[in-house]
């Protein structure tokens, strides 16, 4: 399988605090994308970082992407409780097709 | 950005019925869009990719006669579960690639939740 992994699989955070998510995947990309799901909900695109790209900063959101690690880590910066939900990393390696990572549940408290 | 939406957003069925789930892009055009399915708390796994005016291309390990795709006009894609069973109970994503996008972002519909009772 091409899934790529996510780590940690579950992360708890006071409000105000950083989170950050890292994403490992295992075959070479066009780019790497970021999404957001609230529960039972669909996904949110967060922001795209491609291949020749090492970071990419969007709000409170920054990105970062080794190629020669085959990782990427989302870090959101001053975290809000708004901020609870799962976020997934997709790798774009062919044709547009996506391989999601296994996910990270945030959980932000007041 | 783009919108893509589905419909029904929630649907419960009786085992051995089968079940239309309609994906529309709303401003854009799609040649492609992509059908996943998703378990709870579990990642999205890609069941097909449905092309306009031609055969879906189903993933390894998806039965493409049960899970049957009409990709009919640029901005309407479905997916049709026939004779659906316990085990397909699951939320169904779609998502379309805007081609006149700067980015490859693909842009996801809200989702469609199918219990089989």
């Known amino acids: 399988s091409q899934q790529g992994e996510e780590d940690p699989q579950a992360l708890s955070i006071q409000e105000g605090e950083n989170a950050t998510m890292n994403c490992s995947y295992k075959t070479s990309i066009n780019n790497l994308q970021w999404y957001r799901q609230n529960s039972g909900r669909g996904l949110v695109h967060l922001i795209l970082i491609r291949s020749n790209e090492r970071e990419k900063h969007s709000g409170r959101l920054r990105v970062t992407l080794d190629t020669s690690k085959k990782s990427s880590s989302l870090l959101i910066t001053a975290s809000r409780a708004a901020d609870t939900a799962s976020y997934f990393c997709a790798t774009d390696h062919t044709a547009s097709k996506l391989t999601f990572g296994t996910g990270t549940r945030l959980q932000v408290t007041l | 950005g783009a919108v893509v939406s589905q419909h029904p957003s929630r649907v419960i069925c009786k085992s051995g019925t089968s079940v239309k789930i309609e994906c529309r892009s709303l401003d854009f055009q799609a040649t492609t869009m992509f059908w996943y399915r998703q378990f709870p708390k579990q990642s999205l796994m890609l069941m097909a990719t449905s092309n306009e005016g031609s055969k879906a291309t189903y993933e390894q390990g998806v039965e493409k006669d049960k899970f049957l795709i009409n990709h009919a006009s640029l901005t309407l894609s479905t997916l049709t579960v026939t004779s659906a069973h316990p085990e397909d109970s699951s939320f169904y994503i779609c998502?379309?690639?805007?081609?006149?996008?700067?980015?490859?972002?693909?842009?996801f519909g809200p989702g469609t939740r199918l219990t089989v009772l």
């Open positions: 998502s379309a690639r805007d081609p006149g996008g700067l980015t490859d972002t693909q842009y």
